[in-house]
């Protein structure tokens, strides 16, 4: 059974209707929040298993990352032009196929070439989700929708330690991706009884292939440039000339984006300035996001002495806050508007990451753990809604898949350059399950992330409007 078409905005957040579409964007999409997170969790059991080193496991939680940063844009511009939702559907298929390949790798490398293959379909489906929330519901009900994807997706993104580490304690690592089979089978079944189909009329059908390439490829060369610096603890040839090819192709890729015909990237959308300087808010808050959950669950373990599911426990003040707050901060950016959230929010986050950088040996939970994991929930609630509603916002409708591919990509770039980049700042080297490296470390990493959530604040109160009117584009 299909789906009827039906006007841009003509369905209800309350109705039935209404629900289903956004149970099944929210589950699509989380399946991919989970994984870019649930891995962390299961890294120390991973290198055991598989005898893998620093390295294999920076590209376990990077492979993924890089596709999924990659073709994100490519997955947003390929919605408007062919469909969201049939584009959407592809992604969770291929992502569900993804999956069962790495639940049975049997090696470290086989399990990291699976893991980027399952990035190419996060890329499909997440800039979907968000388009189909956009195309579908109109005004008042927008805001709704979007609150609530942001609320439920962020705490899918938080929940994911603590399933992860129940999985690994009571199962095996494998299961955190085959778990993914069944909720795709769930997302496929309610997208085509529910979901309406939903394109730019106006869309060129042209794909621009130079800029996916020049895309992906300067995000590998940054990326391994930074994961072999991490390894090798000196910048030497390799290291150098991976950071020098990288940064080159993403030159490139700016220039060919500047000339296409039919950007994957559209240029005129970075001269509205909400919405530069929403996306590079993006950059800055995402990137001390991964950063955080990335060295606090793996800290918890190696120097706390936490077991996997303790763990993964530890962030579940974040799921509940996120729960009961994100959908009431994306109202109430609605009304207020949306700098003081994004302004205040990310400095509250940034209070909870230097409440974290004191974690060492036998650190109790409830006072070493808990008080900064709640401030830094706090801070998230405040911040995840209103910063989604406003990058969507900021650019015109029948943009909507570019724009939320856009986000999504700033986002898991961000991701992406934290976990390559920050073992290296924090000078935690080859040696991540070296209890007395990462506990220094992970003090470096905290301050670090708090510094990175300032500069959001500041780059949202310098370029994000006061009222929700103001952030649609003039022309």
């Known amino acids: 059974m299909t789906a009827p078409a039906e006007p841009a905005g003509a369905i209800v957040y309350a109705s039935a209707r209404g629900r289903w579409i956004l149970f099944a964007t929210v589950l699509g999409s989380a399946i991919a929040f989970i994984d870019a997170t649930v891995v962390t969790i299961a890294l120390p059991t991973i290198a055991e298993d598989l005898g893998a080193s620093t390295a294999d496991l920076q590209w376990t939680v990077n492979a993924y990352a890089l596709t999924l940063a990659a073709f994100l844009l490519l997955g947003g511009s390929l919605g408007d032009r062919f469909g969201r939702r049939r584009v959407f559907l592809v992604g969770v298929v291929w ?67 603590f399933l992860g580490g129940w999985i ?17 089978a769930v997302v496929v079944w309610v997208s085509v009884r529910h979901v309406p189909e939903s394109a730019d009329p106006t869309a060129v059908k042209k794909l621009d292939i130079a800029g996916t390439v020049l895309g992906a490829l300067g995000l590998a060369g940054l990326t391994y440039g930074f994961t072999i610096w991490t390894e090798r603890g000196t910048p030497d040839a390799l290291v150098v000339g991976s950071l020098v090819f990288g ?17 994957l990237l559209p240029p005129k959308l970075f001269r509205w300035r909400p919405f530069a300087g929403t996306n590079a808010a993006t950059l800055l808050i995402y990137a001390a996001i991964s950063g955080l959950f990335f060295f606090l669950v793996v800290t918890l373990q190696v120097v706390a002495g936490y077991s996997p599911l303790a763990a993964g426990l530890a962030p579940l003040p974040v799921t509940v806050l996120m729960l009961l707050l994100s959908p009431r901060a994306g109202a109430l950016s609605t009304i207020m508007g949306p700098k003081i959230p994004m302004t205040v929010g990310p400095l509250v986050c940034a209070v909870g990451a230097v409440m974290l950088a004191g974690i060492g040996p036998d650190s109790p939970y409830l006072t070493h753990v808990l008080p900064g994991v709640v401030v830094f929930g706090l801070g998230l609630s405040a911040t995840v809604a209103p910063l989604t509603t406003t990058a969507l916002a900021s650019a015109p409708d029948h943009l909507a898949g570019v724009a939320s591919g856009v986000n999504n990509a700033v986002a898991r770039v961000a991701g992406l350059l934290a976990i390559a980049v920050l073992p290296l700042v924090a000078g935690v080297g080859s040696s991540l399950t070296d209890p007395a490296a990462l506990e220094s470390a992970n003090s470096v990493a ?9 500069g959001g604040a500041v780059i949202s109160l310098l370029t994000v409007p006061s009222s929700a009117d103001a952030v649609r584009p003039t022309t």
Do not use: H, K, Y
């Open 446 to 454: 905290m301050f670090a992330c708090a510094g990175l959530l300032a």
């Open 168 to 184: 690994v304690e009571v199962t095996t690592w494998r299961w955190i991706f085959g778990i993914n089979l069944p909720l795709a």
């Open 95 to 161: 992502f569900a196929v993804a999956s069962l390949l790495c639940a049975v790798a049997p090696t470290i490398g086989v399990l990291n070439a699976a893991r980027a293959f399952q990035g190419v379909g996060g890329a499909l489906l997440t800039p979907g989700s968000l388009a189909i929330i956009q195309a579908t519901f109109s005004g008042t009900d927008r805001g709704r929708a979007i609150g609530a994807w942001s609320g439920l997706g962020g705490i899918a993104g938080a929940v994911a330690p």
């Open 247 to 263: 940064v080159l192709a993403m030159v490139a890729f700016v220039v060919v984006e500047s000339r296409a015909t039919a950007p």
